[in-house]
Protein backbone atom coordinates (compact mmCIF):
# COMPACT_ATOMS: atom_id res chain seq x y z
CA UNK A 1 0.00 0.00 0.00
CA UNK A 2 2.76 2.40 0.43
CA UNK A 3 4.35 1.48 -2.28
CA UNK A 4 2.03 2.52 -4.75
CA UNK A 5 1.56 5.45 -2.63
CA UNK A 6 5.18 5.95 -3.28
CA UNK A 7 4.89 5.53 -6.64
CA UNK A 8 2.22 7.85 -7.36
CA UNK A 9 4.34 10.68 -5.36
CA UNK A 10 7.18 9.69 -7.62
CA UNK A 11 5.25 10.11 -10.36
CA UNK A 12 3.92 13.13 -9.05
CA UNK A 13 7.33 14.68 -8.87
CA UNK A 14 8.65 13.85 -11.95
CA UNK A 15 5.71 15.13 -13.60
CA UNK A 16 5.90 18.66 -12.51
CA UNK A 17 9.52 18.41 -12.40
CA UNK A 18 9.14 17.80 -16.42
CA UNK A 19 6.56 20.31 -16.47
CA UNK A 20 8.56 23.48 -14.43
CA UNK A 21 11.84 22.24 -17.09
CA UNK A 22 9.63 22.20 -20.21
CA UNK A 23 8.90 25.77 -19.31
CA UNK A 24 12.26 26.67 -18.64
CA UNK A 25 13.35 25.27 -21.92
CA UNK A 26 10.66 27.25 -23.62
CA UNK A 27 11.69 30.85 -21.74
CA UNK A 28 15.32 30.85 -23.10
CA UNK A 29 16.27 34.01 -24.38
CA UNK A 30 16.31 34.90 -28.05
CA UNK A 31 20.56 35.72 -27.52
CA UNK A 32 20.56 32.05 -26.23
CA UNK A 33 18.61 30.37 -28.86
CA UNK A 34 20.29 32.54 -31.74
CA UNK A 35 23.73 31.43 -30.28
CA UNK A 36 22.21 27.88 -30.10
CA UNK A 37 21.32 28.19 -33.65
CA UNK A 38 24.69 29.52 -34.88
CA UNK A 39 26.82 26.75 -32.97
CA UNK A 40 24.49 24.09 -34.57
CA UNK A 41 25.58 25.51 -38.04
CA UNK A 42 29.14 25.31 -36.58
CA UNK A 43 29.02 22.71 -35.53
CA UNK A 44 27.56 20.55 -38.63
CA UNK A 45 30.56 23.08 -40.89
CA UNK A 46 33.16 21.17 -38.41
CA UNK A 47 31.99 17.81 -38.84
CA UNK A 48 32.10 17.72 -42.61
CA UNK A 49 35.33 19.25 -42.59
CA UNK A 50 36.16 16.81 -40.38
CA UNK A 51 38.66 18.44 -38.75
CA UNK A 52 39.81 20.68 -35.19
CA UNK A 53 36.81 22.62 -33.46
CA UNK A 54 38.55 25.73 -34.29
CA UNK A 55 37.60 27.45 -30.85
CA UNK A 56 40.03 24.73 -29.05
CA UNK A 57 42.62 24.57 -32.01
CA UNK A 58 43.21 28.13 -32.14
CA UNK A 59 44.44 27.81 -28.13
CA UNK A 60 46.22 24.66 -27.94
CA UNK A 61 49.43 26.54 -28.30
CA UNK A 62 49.21 29.75 -26.58
CA UNK A 63 47.60 27.91 -23.19
CA UNK A 64 50.08 25.02 -23.60
CA UNK A 65 52.82 27.81 -23.51
CA UNK A 66 51.21 29.52 -20.94
CA UNK A 67 50.25 26.43 -18.34
CA UNK A 68 54.53 25.30 -18.91
CA UNK A 69 55.34 28.89 -18.28
CA UNK A 70 52.46 28.65 -15.15
CA UNK A 71 54.42 25.60 -13.60
CA UNK A 72 57.67 26.48 -14.02
CA UNK A 73 57.39 29.62 -12.83
CA UNK A 74 55.67 28.50 -9.41
CA UNK A 75 57.88 26.14 -8.81
CA UNK A 76 60.96 28.52 -8.92
CA UNK A 77 59.23 31.14 -6.75
CA UNK A 78 57.69 29.54 -3.69
CA UNK A 79 57.46 26.44 -1.61
CA UNK A 80 53.58 25.05 -1.48
CA UNK A 81 51.22 25.83 0.67
CA UNK A 82 49.55 22.70 2.04
CA UNK A 83 45.75 23.75 2.59
CA UNK A 84 43.69 20.65 3.77
CA UNK A 85 40.56 19.98 1.59
CA UNK A 86 37.09 20.66 2.66
CA UNK A 87 35.12 16.40 3.36
CA UNK A 88 32.66 17.10 0.26
CA UNK A 89 35.10 18.69 -2.18
CA UNK A 90 37.27 15.45 -1.57
CA UNK A 91 34.09 13.22 -1.70
CA UNK A 92 33.07 15.25 -4.68
CA UNK A 93 36.62 14.48 -6.25
CA UNK A 94 36.44 10.93 -5.21
CA UNK A 95 33.42 10.35 -6.51
CA UNK A 96 34.64 11.53 -10.08
CA UNK A 97 37.73 10.15 -10.14
CA UNK A 98 36.23 6.36 -8.89
CA UNK A 99 33.76 6.87 -12.04
CA UNK A 100 34.66 4.22 -15.02
CA UNK A 101 36.86 6.60 -17.86
CA UNK A 102 35.48 6.92 -21.30
CA UNK A 103 38.71 7.91 -22.60
CA UNK A 104 37.12 11.17 -23.81
CA UNK A 105 40.26 12.67 -22.37
CA UNK A 106 42.43 11.33 -24.43
CA UNK A 107 41.64 13.67 -26.76
CA UNK A 108 42.78 16.40 -24.99
CA UNK A 109 46.43 16.07 -25.70
CA UNK A 110 47.11 19.17 -24.04
CA UNK A 111 45.58 18.43 -21.03
CA UNK A 112 47.85 15.21 -20.45
CA UNK A 113 50.96 16.88 -21.99
CA UNK A 114 50.42 19.40 -18.83
CA UNK A 115 49.95 16.97 -16.28
CA UNK A 116 53.39 15.16 -17.56
CA UNK A 117 55.21 18.20 -17.53
CA UNK A 118 54.03 19.12 -13.77
CA UNK A 119 55.08 14.87 -12.56
CA UNK A 120 58.13 15.75 -14.51
CA UNK A 121 59.07 18.77 -12.52
CA UNK A 122 57.70 17.20 -9.35
CA UNK A 123 60.37 14.15 -9.32
CA UNK A 124 63.06 16.91 -10.41
CA UNK A 125 62.07 19.36 -6.97
CA UNK A 126 62.01 16.38 -4.83
CA UNK B 1 33.57 4.26 -76.89
CA UNK B 2 29.69 4.07 -75.69
CA UNK B 3 30.94 1.21 -73.14
CA UNK B 4 33.16 3.93 -71.62
CA UNK B 5 31.14 6.58 -71.86
CA UNK B 6 28.29 4.36 -69.82
CA UNK B 7 30.88 3.80 -67.15
CA UNK B 8 31.35 7.49 -67.05
CA UNK B 9 27.37 8.23 -66.64
CA UNK B 10 27.26 5.40 -64.29
CA UNK B 11 30.12 6.71 -61.95
CA UNK B 12 28.52 10.86 -62.44
CA UNK B 13 24.92 8.93 -60.95
CA UNK B 14 26.40 6.89 -58.17
CA UNK B 15 28.46 10.86 -57.29
CA UNK B 16 25.28 11.89 -58.02
CA UNK B 17 23.36 9.57 -55.60
CA UNK B 18 25.96 9.44 -53.10
CA UNK B 19 25.71 13.77 -52.89
CA UNK B 20 22.38 13.35 -52.24
CA UNK B 21 22.81 10.98 -49.62
CA UNK B 22 24.50 13.20 -47.60
CA UNK B 23 23.02 16.36 -47.94
CA UNK B 24 19.92 14.24 -46.67
CA UNK B 25 21.95 12.37 -43.45
CA UNK B 26 23.14 16.37 -42.86
CA UNK B 27 19.70 17.81 -43.18
CA UNK B 28 18.05 15.02 -41.21
CA UNK B 29 21.31 15.72 -38.78
CA UNK B 30 20.33 19.35 -38.15
CA UNK B 31 16.37 18.80 -37.59
CA UNK B 32 18.02 16.05 -34.87
CA UNK B 33 20.10 18.94 -33.46
CA UNK B 34 17.50 21.47 -33.87
CA UNK B 35 15.39 19.38 -32.05
CA UNK B 36 17.28 18.59 -28.86
CA UNK B 37 19.32 21.39 -28.63
CA UNK B 38 17.56 23.37 -25.96
CA UNK B 39 16.37 20.64 -23.90
CA UNK B 40 20.37 19.34 -24.26
CA UNK B 41 21.23 22.74 -23.11
CA UNK B 42 19.33 23.34 -20.14
CA UNK B 43 20.29 19.32 -18.90
CA UNK B 44 24.05 20.01 -19.38
CA UNK B 45 23.67 23.62 -17.68
CA UNK B 46 22.04 22.26 -14.67
CA UNK B 47 25.06 19.40 -14.78
CA UNK B 48 27.53 22.27 -15.17
CA UNK B 49 26.40 25.08 -13.87
CA UNK B 50 27.05 28.17 -16.16
CA UNK B 51 25.72 28.77 -19.62
CA UNK B 52 29.08 29.37 -22.06
CA UNK B 53 30.07 26.01 -20.74
CA UNK B 54 26.47 24.37 -21.48
CA UNK B 55 26.96 26.54 -25.03
CA UNK B 56 30.19 24.69 -25.58
CA UNK B 57 29.63 21.26 -24.46
CA UNK B 58 26.66 20.91 -26.29
CA UNK B 59 28.33 21.96 -29.56
CA UNK B 60 31.37 19.98 -29.19
CA UNK B 61 28.82 16.91 -28.89
CA UNK B 62 27.24 17.93 -31.95
CA UNK B 63 30.13 18.01 -33.85
CA UNK B 64 31.73 14.89 -32.10
CA UNK B 65 28.22 13.15 -33.25
CA UNK B 66 28.31 14.35 -36.77
CA UNK B 67 31.78 13.33 -37.08
CA UNK B 68 31.68 9.81 -35.47
CA UNK B 69 27.97 8.48 -35.79
CA UNK B 70 26.42 10.34 -38.47
CA UNK B 71 26.08 7.11 -40.33
CA UNK B 72 23.96 5.21 -37.59
CA UNK B 73 20.53 4.70 -37.51
CA UNK B 74 18.76 7.97 -36.98
CA UNK B 75 16.79 6.56 -33.84
CA UNK B 76 20.88 5.70 -32.12
CA UNK B 77 21.41 9.36 -32.39
CA UNK B 78 19.43 10.79 -29.12
CA UNK B 79 21.24 7.59 -26.49
CA UNK B 80 24.40 9.08 -28.75
CA UNK B 81 24.34 12.14 -28.60
CA UNK B 82 23.61 12.43 -25.44
CA UNK B 83 26.09 9.89 -24.22
CA UNK B 84 28.75 12.27 -25.36
CA UNK B 85 27.18 15.02 -24.14
CA UNK B 86 27.32 13.50 -19.97
CA UNK B 87 30.87 12.76 -21.27
CA UNK B 88 31.77 16.42 -21.51
CA UNK B 89 29.94 17.11 -18.76
CA UNK B 90 32.03 14.85 -16.31
CA UNK B 91 35.07 15.73 -17.90
CA UNK B 92 33.95 19.46 -17.01
CA UNK B 93 34.07 18.66 -13.64
CA UNK B 94 37.39 16.52 -13.52
CA UNK B 95 39.27 19.56 -15.42
CA UNK B 96 37.10 21.89 -12.19
CA UNK B 97 38.45 19.12 -9.91
CA UNK B 98 42.24 19.90 -11.07
CA UNK B 99 42.05 23.67 -11.24
CA UNK B 100 40.52 23.12 -7.54
CA UNK B 101 43.66 21.86 -6.42
CA UNK B 102 45.67 24.22 -9.12
CA UNK B 103 43.88 26.68 -7.10
CA UNK B 104 44.82 25.54 -3.75
CA UNK B 105 48.66 24.90 -4.23
CA UNK B 106 48.71 28.59 -5.06
CA UNK B 107 46.70 29.10 -1.90
CA UNK B 108 43.07 30.28 -3.08
CA UNK B 109 40.13 28.24 -2.42
CA UNK B 110 37.78 29.56 -4.82
CA UNK B 111 35.39 28.07 -7.09
CA UNK B 112 33.73 29.08 -10.31
CA UNK B 113 30.85 27.49 -8.67
CA UNK B 114 30.36 30.14 -6.31
CA UNK B 115 30.14 32.95 -8.80
CA UNK B 116 27.51 30.99 -10.66
CA UNK B 117 23.92 33.10 -9.72
CA UNK B 118 21.00 30.01 -10.69
CA UNK B 119 18.15 33.10 -10.06
CA UNK B 120 20.18 35.10 -12.95
CA UNK B 121 20.83 32.00 -15.49
CA UNK B 122 17.32 30.69 -15.01
CA UNK B 123 15.12 31.54 -18.54
CA UNK B 124 12.07 33.53 -17.76
CA UNK B 125 8.83 31.55 -18.82
CA UNK B 126 6.73 33.94 -21.69
CA UNK B 127 3.57 35.34 -21.21
CA UNK B 128 2.98 35.06 -17.44
CA UNK B 129 2.59 37.62 -14.83
CA UNK B 130 5.11 38.77 -12.63
CA UNK B 131 3.62 36.57 -9.75
CA UNK B 132 3.49 33.33 -11.91
CA UNK B 133 7.00 34.09 -13.16
CA UNK B 134 8.42 34.23 -9.50
CA UNK B 135 6.47 31.18 -8.55
CA UNK B 136 7.53 29.44 -11.68
CA UNK B 137 11.15 30.52 -11.12
CA UNK B 138 11.58 29.95 -7.38
CA UNK B 139 10.34 26.41 -7.89
CA UNK B 140 12.89 25.72 -10.91
CA UNK B 141 15.52 27.30 -9.08
CA UNK B 142 14.89 24.77 -5.79
CA UNK B 143 14.59 21.59 -8.20
CA UNK B 144 17.83 23.18 -10.31
CA UNK B 145 19.80 22.97 -6.84
CA UNK B 146 18.47 19.72 -5.91
CA UNK B 147 19.47 17.87 -8.53
CA UNK B 148 22.53 19.61 -9.06
CA UNK B 149 23.28 18.42 -5.33
CA UNK B 150 22.29 14.66 -6.46
CA UNK B 151 25.43 12.32 -7.27
CA UNK B 152 26.42 12.46 -10.74
CA UNK B 153 25.20 8.96 -11.98
CA UNK B 154 21.06 9.85 -10.26
CA UNK B 155 22.16 13.34 -11.92
CA UNK B 156 21.60 12.00 -15.09
CA UNK B 157 19.21 8.94 -14.91
CA UNK B 158 16.70 11.63 -13.48
CA UNK B 159 17.48 14.13 -16.08
CA UNK B 160 17.65 11.73 -19.20
CA UNK B 161 14.19 10.06 -17.90
CA UNK B 162 12.34 12.37 -16.77
CA UNK B 163 13.41 16.06 -19.12
CA UNK B 164 14.60 13.97 -22.24
CA UNK B 165 12.44 10.87 -22.19
CA UNK B 166 14.49 8.52 -22.86
CA UNK B 167 13.08 5.24 -21.91
CA UNK B 168 15.27 3.03 -19.84
CA UNK B 169 17.19 1.18 -22.33
CA UNK B 170 18.30 4.30 -24.05
CA UNK B 171 19.26 5.76 -20.73
CA UNK B 172 21.22 2.56 -20.02
CA UNK B 173 22.97 3.57 -23.91
CA UNK B 174 23.61 7.17 -22.78
CA UNK B 175 25.19 6.37 -19.48
CA UNK B 176 27.24 3.28 -20.46
CA UNK B 177 25.77 1.40 -17.57
CA UNK B 178 22.84 -1.63 -17.79
CA UNK B 179 19.25 -0.81 -17.63
CA UNK B 180 19.01 -2.41 -13.50
CA UNK B 181 21.49 0.42 -12.75
CA UNK B 182 19.59 3.04 -14.57
CA UNK B 183 15.99 2.01 -12.18
CA UNK B 184 18.29 2.08 -9.48
CA UNK B 185 19.89 5.44 -9.99
CA UNK B 186 16.60 6.91 -11.02
CA UNK B 187 14.55 5.66 -7.98
CA UNK B 188 17.32 7.12 -5.64
CA UNK B 189 17.57 9.96 -7.68
CA UNK B 190 13.40 10.42 -6.75
CA UNK B 191 13.78 9.71 -3.26
CA UNK B 192 16.33 11.77 -2.81
CA UNK B 193 14.62 14.69 -4.83
CA UNK B 194 11.48 14.03 -2.48
CA UNK B 195 13.56 14.59 0.71
CA UNK B 196 15.08 17.38 -0.49
CA UNK B 197 12.74 19.72 -1.79
CA UNK B 198 9.64 19.30 1.23
CA UNK B 199 5.58 18.75 1.44
CA UNK B 200 5.17 20.90 -1.43
CA UNK B 201 6.17 18.79 -3.95
CA UNK B 202 4.53 14.90 -2.60
Redesign the interface.
Known sequence: MNEQRDNV??D???A???T??D???????AA??S???R??H???E???R?GL?V?WAQWVPATGVLAAAAVVA?LWGRE??V?P?TAP?AA??L???L??D?F??LE?LE?YSWIELEEETESHVG | MNAIAGEYAVSCTRGHTTGVRTLQR?QE??RF??EV???A??IAEIGVRN?EDA??L???A??KL??KY?GKPSDEWAPLFYRILQ??V??H???Q?VR?RVM????K?GSDQDDYDIVQA?????GRTPHEQLE?GE??VD?EAAIAAL??RQREA?ML???EGLDVRDTATAM?VTQGSVKTHY?RA??A??DA?GEH??
Not at chain 1, 24 to 29: A, F, K, Y
Not at chain 2, 104 to 107: E, K
Open positions: TDRLAKAKLFESVDGLDTVRLNNREALAAAGNRVPTVMASDEIIEVDEMEF | ELNFAERRLRRLDVQDMIAQANGRDHRRARVWFGGAPDPKTAMLPTFRTFGSVHLRLWK
